[in-house]
């Protein structure tokens, strides 16, 4: 249907494909060896930003939400699935404003260096909480340099595990989106 379609067009936006290694051209001999596009994972990253906006509805684990919300789905209409997509662009270009070639790899304060990993755990918290605070996008791009700070803060602390993979339950992935969006409305309230 017309949201999968949505899925399989966004997947290939450049700063989506960039931040995960996948590469843009289409005939590519690399693209067919990525383990992203190959297993669908790409899409399920761009289905799991906009199931888990709803995170308060999460049940079944994270297989059983991503199907429900793709059943969901089969019922939008245009108007949705163009909403839909501003949102994520919308999203993603900020994400990328801030964090750059950083984009969905955590801070390490060992060793003073962002990882060279992305994360899935990671990318759920950044995109959800930046599409929360995105009426704020002129505050939140002028603000870059401080929310840089306080994201390396937030890996100073024990929860920041559940940003690079730790938890899967409701709760858990609550409290992973919750920690990026509670540093996002301190540093936009200052």
Do not use: C
Not at 172 to 190: A, N, P, T, Y
Request: glycine share 6%; aromatic share 12%.
């Amino acid at each position: 249907g017309k949201f999968n379609e949505l899925l399989l067009k966004l997947v290939r936006h450049p700063i989506f494909a960039e931040a995960w290694g996948i590469p843009t051209e289409d005939n590519s001999p690399e693209l067919d060896k990525n383990t992203l596009y190959k297993k669908m994972e790409d899409a399920e990253l761009v289905l799991r930003f906009f199931s888990l906006r709803n995170v308060d509805n999460f049940q079944r684990g994270m297989e059983g939400f991503l199907d429900m919300y793709m059943m969901r789905s089969l019922k939008f209409d245009e108007d949705e699935i163009d909403y839909l997509e501003s949102i994520f662009l919308k999203t993603i270009t900020i994400a990328h404003l801030i964090y750059g070639e950083h984009l969905f790899k955590p801070f390490d304060h060992k060793t003073q260096t962002w990882s060279n990993k992305t994360y899935k755990a990671y990318y759920d918290a950044i995109m959800v909480g930046f599409s929360r605070h995105l009426p704020n996008e002129k505050k939140i791009i002028a603000l870059k340099d401080r929310i840089i700070e306080e994201t390396k803060n937030i890996f100073k602390k024990p929860e920041s595990r559940l940003l690079t993979g730790g938890g899967k339950t409701k709760a858990e992935i609550q409290e992973r989106i919750g920690i990026f969006d509670e540093m996002l409305s301190q540093v936009i309230g200052e």
